[in-house]
């Protein structure tokens, strides 16, 4: 049994497929299942169901998976408390972000982050809240820059900053001529959200909670902020558009943006990991660059 026989189990067990597993792994799919078939002989036992769509654990398997992780934590964490006793910051992050954060922090940090710790390799997977909590507890995934408050039990959360919410009007919206909006005053039925999956579709859901039951005669099916504002743009509706987007609204549609009343009117920008995460160095040189990346100038 090797290392490399585990890490390839494990990318079969979350990619469902051979062949992705091999691609994300960087060898061939026949290298690959040459390996797991090795460490299946060795066993004595059958670890994968290969008649199923997606591949599928075998009940055995399942647990030598749930061992497998552990061992290769293990595995990394004498490697990064290596790399600290010799003052080294190096070895892979794979960085989850969602949706509503990616396109307007990424950017602001990653070419420092890069800069300052060159033998960090980067991966980042842009996914929404559930499918990073699921990769999350099983270590598919290092760490994620999440809403706080979204991820379950088993993670924790590091908050980093406030990102307010605005109002995105339409020019057509009664609201428009206001500068500033209260939730009271928002008819449910012209608010335009994001599709369900999205954690920011909750959060305004909350926030609105005392009217959730309204219907908006739009039924649209939104997967960016971007969509959504141009929906807000050729139609009399609104949406609810964080802080950090805001900031991305060209100045001639400035004007559709208001203030909501309430200072309590945001969400908290948080790194999640898991509590038993071992890349401790790493993962503090991410927060405080997130960190550095966001001070006010």
Sequence with gaps: ????????????????????????????????????????????????????????????????????????????????????????????????????????????????????????????????IAPITDALQRDALDAALVASGTTPDGIMEYELFSDRFHMYVSPSNDLYERSNVRIEDIDMRQLILLSRGHCLRDQVLELCQAHRTARSKYNFECGTMETVMRIVDCTNSVTVLPEMAAAFVPEERRGQIKTLAKGAMSRRIALAVRRTYVKHSIITALRDSVLEAVKPR
């Design 1 to 128: 049994m090797t290392i490399i026989q585990l890490e390839y189990l494990l990318a079969v067990a979350n990619c469902g497929s051979f062949s992705l597993a091999a691609q994300q792994s960087f060898v061939t799919q026949p290298s690959l299942s040459m390996q797991i078939k090795a460490l299946e002989e060795e066993l004595g036992v059958i670890l994968l169901d290969r008649t199923k769509k997606p591949v599928i654990p075998t009940e055995t398997g399942e647990v030598v998976i749930r061992n497998a992780r552990e061992a290769l934590k293990s595995y990394n964490y004498v490697r990064e408390s290596v790399n600290e006793l010799k003052g080294e910051i190096a070895g892979t992050l794979r960085l989850g972000v969602i949706p509503t954060v990616g396109p307007y922090l990424l950017h602001r940090f990653i070419p420092a982050f890069i800069g300052k710790y060159p033998k960090i390799e980067l991966d980042i997977f842009e996914m929404e």
